[in-house]
């Protein structure tokens, strides 16, 4: 399905697999989210892809921010991304 997707613009969202949302418990007994979630929305041209990887030029990773700051945006010429962090694509 991936080659129908070559060399057109799309949206992923991938999973960090990194385990990271801590929390802390305050003195009231309340827990409160601290970490910012494993979720990352990417985004660009779709360049090529084989049995891992998904090559992605220029790209954009949104990192999503689970205590409700501003997420992070990093830009890059061109990143892999690894096909089982994979959640959803979509082409734009």
């Known amino acids: 399905m991936l080659d129908k ?8 969202i991938v999973g ?4 990271v949302g801590a929390g802390i418990t305050t003195a009231g007994g309340l827990a ?3 970490a ?5 929305i990417a985004s660009g ?4 892809f084989d049995e891992e990887f998904v090559g992605i030029i220029n790209a954009q990773l ?3 921010n689970v205590a409700g700051d501003n997420p992070i945006l990093e830009k890059h010429n061109e ?13 734009d």
């Open 79 to 91: 990143i892999y991304l690894n096909k089982k962090s994979i959640i959803s694509i979509s082409a």
């Open 16 to 19: 960090s697999n990194s385990g």
């Open 5 to 12: 997707l070559k060399n057109k613009q799309v949206k992923l």
């Open 45 to 48: 041209i779709l360049s090529d």
């Open 32 to 34: 409160k989210t601290i």
């Open 62 to 64: 949104l990192y999503m």
């Open 36 to 40: 910012t979630s494993g979720i990352v």
